[in-house]
């Protein structure tokens, strides 16, 4: 479509934040650190988190490439009412302003971020009062975007071993932390990604057959 990119950015810059968001949970659940977030206008970014040195990295590395193809499946099989799409939108917005206030340390994150928090805000508690069924047409359209940017930018970016500035990829801190060639880890990582979003497809298709055989 005609500017659809520049239409598309902040959602972009949404996937991204989902990303470095998965790095930065990843090292809490593994009792690491998670210090700031930071995403960059070219939609690129990076999260400084850690868990330590062996595994513990490793799951931090892979918690940033699994968050979009995970959080997508999450949507596809579970929202499909009015009542959760609003509590899983209004979730979602209040997780953003927190993240804005204890993470997030750049100006285009911070941006691009509130802005995404203030329109879910107003989809969940503003707008919509009387066609709440369109929140899960909202909701499950998050979920198309994060699957969509799981199959292109994240599918290239798993068999990266460096990347365009000379750091190690996410990918290669797995294979540095776990042993192992970094394509090897990048293929299993596609794998379980592609695997958790035909999960979520597959339940979402199955829902309607469900009610219709009732």
Known sequence: MPFGPTLLYPLTLFTTWVHEMGHGL???LVGGQFLELVINADAGGFARAGGGAGWPDAIVAAGGLLAPPLLGAVILATVHGSRRARLFLGALSIGIVVSLVLYVRSTTGIVAMAGVAAALAFVTWGAFRNT????????????VILAVDTLTRMVSYAFMGKLETGQTSDVGHIADNLGGHYKLWGLLITA??????AFGVWMALRRPRAASAR
């Open 132 to 143: 709440p069924e369109r929140r899960v047409v909202i909701a499950q359209f998050l979920a």
């Open 26 to 28: 990843s090292a809490l």
């Open 192 to 197: 379980i990604a592609i695997a958790m979003l």
